[in-house]
Nanobody, 119 residues
Framework: QVQLVESGGGLVQPGGSLSLSCAAS????????MRWYRQAPGKERELVAG????????NYADSMKGRATISRDNTKNTVFLQLNSLNFEDTAVYYC????????????WGQGTQVTVSS
């Protein structure tokens, strides 16, 4: 059974940081591209960051460049997202996804973890 389980969300003040994790199971983790998406209330889901199977290539949404770092540990089947300098606009549910290179969209989604930036 495939599972993507996010954790690490919560309430943080503007300017603060959070570290999100996504534990994967039930599939061959190191053959999948991993990405984080987010969806804010009333807005469309958007890509936050992605990382290649080996972890050597990463990409970020323009809004997150310099503030987010994605990484993965293939020995632990886990992908991470470090978020810094958070602002109100970063409030959203953050989702972890897994995608085979041949797929046009994510094959698997996690249930999401809430990040709320509030003073």
């Amino acid at each position: 059974q495939v599972q993507l389980v996010e954790s690490g969300g919560g309430l943080v003040q503007p300017g603060g940081s959070l570290s999100l994790s996504c534990a994967a199971s039930g599939f061959n983790f190191n053959t999948y591209v991993m990405r984080w998406y987010r969806q804010a209330p009333g807005k469309e889901r958007e890509l936050v960051a992605g990382i290649s199977q080996s972890g050597t290539k990463t990409n970020y949404a323009d809004s997150m460049k310099g503030r987010a770092t994605i990484s993965r540990d293939n020995t632990k089947n886990t992908v991470f997202l470090q978020l810094n300098s958070l602002n109100f606009e970063d409030t959203a549910v953050y989702y972890c996804t897994a995608q085979r290179p041949s797929s046009v969209r994510p094959d698997y989604w996690g249930q999401g973890t809430q990040v709320t930036v509030s003073s």
